[in-house]
């Protein structure tokens, strides 16, 4: 059988999407990750939710998360090519490291994806767009040479704070109005979280991949041991802090800053566990790190609801 059905009654030739092109692009969309792509959504939607007004029109939201949606598909896709060696070193399943998705099919749906958020961005007016384009230079500059700021500790940390708060940005700016000292403490908070707990307690299960690719992550240059200190002492710190703000500046925000204490202290007492096992078992502290994210913009939507 061909690639073609033929309609007998019109003589209308349709053409089968190919198998590989589907194939292609599950495989683009699981190398950008899945979960990391729902976090971001999540971000953004919650930068809206507290920037909503009776004004703020829903479809206009969806379509700017939609939008920014593209924008991290971008952006993981791209760093999912750049991180080849260091992916396949530390034995990661992931598409492009397995063999399963070439690099260069990889970039063409980046691009696609890249132009796409920025087509849609155009639509929600020129703030809209810059955030967009702001967040698409940011995630090539971490990744592509010769650049790669991926490579380096303090560029690292910066890049996924501000791409943070880039985030909750296009949220608000979608919703219409800004939510005031409310949203600004929860990105701020959010962000910092991202930037100094899941930005190190990622790099837990990689070491060995990143010093080869030559990267000096802050695991590479304490080392595990180090900066599994450092983690048990940021984390709490960050969840007090966030708690205070909450209790006297923001009380819409006190049922997150909870979870996100709770959260801390198990990341702190996760990281001060043996890190021996396998790469499965040293990323426990990011698995707790993503759980208190999914839980802390839970908790905001509740504070809202309340």
Known sequence: ??????????????????????????????????IVQAIFLLRFLTGAALGYTAGTDIATVAFGAFS??????????????????????NGSRRPIASGALPRRTALRYARVSGLLALACGLGMGAEFFVAVAGFLALGYLYSAPPFQL????GATIAVVVLGGLMTYLAG????????GLPQLLCAVAMSLWMGLVGAVTKD?????????AGRRTVAVLLGERGARHLVALLAPVLGLAFMG??????????????????GALVVAGLTLASPGGGRAARRQPYRAFMTTQYGSHAGVLVGLAL
């Open 245 to 262: 703000a909450a209790l006297h500046l923001a009380p819409v925000l006190v049922a997150a800053a909870w979870v996100t204490l709770l």
């Open 172 to 179: 608000s700016v979608s919703a219409g109005e800004g939510g």
């Open 150 to 153: 991926k490579n380096n500790s």
């Open 1 to 34: 059988m061909g690639n073609n059905i033929t309609t007998p009654a019109r003589g209308v030739v349709l053409r089968r999407i190919p198998a590989t092109a589907v194939s292609d692009l599950v495989h683009c969309l699981s190398e950008a990750r899945p």
């Open 204 to 212: 837990f299960g990689d070491v060995d991949g990143d010093r080869a």
């Open 68 to 89: 920014w949606e593209c924008a991290v598909v971008f952006v993981y896709l791209l760093n999912g090519t750049s991180d080849v060696l260091a992916d396949r070193v």
